[in-house]
């Protein structure tokens, strides 16, 4: 079956410009987490949803950063005024539910330049 | 705090070598463990968990790992290397908190493998 899928795999914006990441889970996956890997910090845990809500945003890195999640599915990563410290792979995940021992499922990622 | 140590940055084999990977970890109650592979341009696919039971679990592509509760490690192991394990490893660790899990990764270890 299908995997976790985001667009675009690639987008290269200029400093100050708004960008959207979309994820497109597993279906029937509750769970959905998304993470950074860049080089400075590796990868670290951003923000997580079950269905439509996220219980806690304190992983976000600054206020510019929001995201939100639709339907239970797909979710979309937004971050205001690009800074160049944004370039990094944004990483979705998705899990059947949000018990510790599910699989996170990861898709493919999309590697964000700030130029 | 809950962290991921994973102390070599990068490893060199020989093809048909054995490799092992370390991994540490610092975490106050039962850890749910699991080593991730990442290849050039594609996401994090899992290698192997560890949860409870059996403290040698068996993994995809041949690896194996062992949890060792007495030196908080859960270190990668394969008995020979072939070309294709050429890529970026991960290992990671559950923590729950708030309801919810996220994971906490190491920050890598880069495997070149010589012909």
């Known amino acids: 079956g299908a995997g976790v899928s985001q667009s675009p795999s690639n987008k290269v914006t200029e400093k100050g410009k708004d960008v959207e990441l979309r994820c497109d889970p597993i279906?029937?996956?509750?769970?959905l987490y998304w993470y950074r890997q860049s080089l400075g910090q590796g990868l670290e845990f951003l923000i997580y949803f079950q269905g439509n809500s996220a219980p806690d945003k304190s992983g976000l890195p600054s206020d510019r950063f929001s995201a939100e999640r639709t339907g239970g599915s797909v979710s979309t990563l937004t971050i205001q005024r690009t800074q160049q410290e944004d370039s990094a792979v944004y990483l979705c995940?998705?899990?059947?539910?949000?018990?510790?021992?599910?699989?996170?499922?990861f898709g493919p990622g999309t590697r964000l330049t700030v130029l | 705090a809950q962290s991921v140590t994973q102390p070599d940055i990068h490893i060199t084999v020989s093809e048909g070598a054995s490799l092992e990977l370390r991994c540490n970890y610092s975490y106050g109650a039962t850890p749910y463990l699991f080593w991730y592979v990442q290849s050039p341009g594609q996401g994090l696919q899992l290698l192997l968990k560890?949860?409870?039971?059996?403290?040698l679990v068996q993994g995809i592509k041949g690896f194996e790992a062992e949890f060792k509760r007495s030196q908080s490690s859960f270190n990668l192991r394969k008995p020979s290397v072939h070309w294709s394990d050429a890529a970026e490893y991960f290992c990671a660790v559950v923590v729950f908190s708030g309801g919810y899990n996220k994971l906490i990764f190491g920050a890598g270890t880069r495997l070149a493998v010589h012909p």
């Open positions: 279906s029937g996956h509750t769970a």
């Open positions: 995940a998705s899990s059947l539910d949000k018990r510790e021992y599910n699989e996170q499922f």
């Open positions: 560890y949860f409870s039971g059996d403290t």
